[in-house]
């Protein structure tokens, strides 16, 4: 996951992976997402595809909005920004706050009699800058900042230590972390040469007070210097090339009251090149290539290709791509204090998928339907209890179909469906994957009801799924399928005032995911947002 061009996985964590659920919205332009290996170009950690993720920028005269919402589980939500350009000078600012302090997660079966449930709380404070300087007409700078701190108090796990049997805790835990994101930037054009040179750095603190499994710290940071490189080689054939070091590090902190003493760190030096092809009669293909050398695991080589055919008396696209990805460890995974293990190897994965979509009348109907697979390698999975030790025992096939299809049913309506179905097996067991629903369906309509007035609603189907209870005592049953319906309606008072507002869940579907922690039910939330 890549924001801004940083990569925001966060070191600390269990799995290396970027932990989402502290990313405020506000602020974000757009969000690109690719699917399938993206080792080639993105190394370790993109084995399944990437999301990237583009904040807005500034230009113009200032602009200056503001919002705030309230309503159900206690929500309150704030965010200010400033916006605009001064001379060379580009600037974005944004300030949100996120508060929910009611939310019911614990399903009232499971507490033992005579306990109450303690309902979740969370709060954010999230704090993001975008600045650029056009030093010359072909040489600027940037620099992207982020800081997020966040309180949640949840219901964890009680243990019985014989058994190993667990049930949701009287008591809440409290989770605290301190996020730290930042990237500076120079791009330069020369020629032909369309160049841009990076420094990132990136530092987590997750604090945590669990009255029943003791205390945690933990503190992990990553810095990465990459360069990049666009060749316009001839008409129509465009070369990428690339280099980049990255350091990640753990450095000593608490686990389940037990201390870690010793640092840690894994260091990746990598370098890269795809070559963009446009062959005429809308014949385009991309190729990459990519060379990782970590500090731990040694050398891997990526690549991928992805060609595309656009036939434009048709309205026919069709498309193609095979590629390879890899996922290294987590210094978590490999040295955490339970379940750690310095033996694991790395995740591999090679995918491929073949596409057509297909547009009609004069493209206001549009549709499209991919068949993918991808096999994956040294799934690392934790092991019994009582150590939980991970180990690379596993192994994957993912294979499906996607399709969609678009409809502006009038200038004003756009009607949108999706359909996914996934067949996620583990390849030595042939058992389904878990948490994997076989079917996944949307319906979505945006109607522009007038110029100040829109309406907008998503109807999700999720099938029928395999997972664990909340221990786990039970490792396989089967989770029913369920509906839910979202609605939301802007009304533009003004230039400058706009109230809003939105239903989640408008169904008030009962069900949990994963098994043992409740979804929300019907929340209906409102605001008012002013633009100056």
């Not at 595809?49 to 113009?60: H, L, M, Q, Y």
């Amino acid at each position: 996951m890549l924001l801004d061009g940083i990569d925001i996985a966060d070191p600390s964590t269990a799995n290396g992976a970027a932990d989402i659920s502290k990313l405020a919205a506000g602020g974000i332009a757009k969000v690109e997402v690719l699917r399938g290996p993206q080792g080639a170009l993105y190394g370790s950690d993109a084995i399944g595809g990437v999301i990237n993720i583009i904040t807005k920028s500034g230009d113009g005269p200032l602009k200056v909005n503001a919002d705030a919402e309230g309503g159900n589980f206690d929500t309150f939500n704030q965010r200010a920004s400033a916006s605009g350009s001064r001379g060379d000078l580009h600037y974005a600012v944004t300030v949100q706050h996120l508060h929910s302090g009611a939310t019911p997660v614990t399903p009232l079966n499971l507490l033992p009699p005579g306990h109450r449930r303690n309902d979740d709380f969370y709060d954010n404070v999230t704090a993001s800058t975008k600045l650029g300087y056009d030093v010359t007409d072909n040489f600027d700078l940037g620099l992207v900042g982020r800081y997020t701190n966040s309180l949640g108090k949840i219901t964890g796990d009680s243990f019985d230590p014989v058994t190993f049997a667990s049930f949701p805790s009287p008591t809440r835990t409290r989770i605290e972390t301190l996020q730290y994101e930042s990237r500076a930037t120079a791009h330069l054009v020369m020629g032909r040469l369309d160049q841009t040179l990076g420094l990132a750095y990136g530092s987590s603190i997750l604090a945590s007070q669990d009255p029943d499994n003791g205390n945690g710290r933990q503190i992990g940071d990553r810095i990465k210097l990459d360069w990049q490189g666009n060749v316009d080689v001839s008409d129509g054939e465009t070369l990428v090339l690339g280099a980049e070091t990255a350091r990640d590090a753990l450095h000593p902190g608490v686990a389940f009251g037990f201390p870690s003493p010793l640092s840690r760190g894994i260091t990746t030096n990598a370098g890269y090149a795809e070559l963009q092809s446009d062959f005429g009669f809308g014949l385009h293909d991309s190729a990459s290539i990519r060379y990782d050398d970590n500090s731990r695991f040694g050398n891997k080589t990526t690549w991928r290709i992805a060609p595309a055919w656009l036939i434009e008396s048709s309205g026919t696209k069709l498309k193609a791509s095979a590629g390879t990805g890899f996922k290294a460890p987590a210094l978590q995974q490999l040295f955490g204090t339970f379940g750690g293990n310095a033996k694991l190897k790395p995740e591999t994965s090679f995918g491929y998928d073949v596409g057509v979509e297909q547009s009609l009348l004069d493209g206001a109907l549009t549709g499209g339907v991919t068949w993918f697979r991808n096999d994956i390698r040294n799934l690392i999975v934790s092991g019994p209890a009582p150590t939980f030790q991970l180990a690379n025992i596993g192994r994957a096939r993912t294979d499906g179909v996607e399709s969609f299809i678009a409809w502006k049913a009038l200038d004003a309506l756009t009607l949108r469906a999706d359909y996914t179905y996934t067949d996620a097996l583990d390849a030595g067991t042939r058992l389904a994957l878990l948490r994997r629903p076989r079917h996944k369906a949307s319906v979505g309509a945006d109607w522009q009801v007038s110029d100040d007035f829109n309406l907008n609603a998503t109807l999700l189907y999720v099938g029928a799924q395999i997972d664990g209870n909340r221990d786990f005592s039970i490792p396989r049953l089967k989770m029913p399928d369920h509906v839910t319906l979202d609605v939301a309606a802007s009304y533009r008072l003004t230039e400058t005032w706009t109230l809003f507002g939105r239903i989640e869940n408008a169904t008030d579907t009962n069900y949990q995911s994963p098994d043992g922690f409740l979804r929300p039910g019907i929340g209906a939330y409102g605001g008012i947002k002013v633009n100056l």
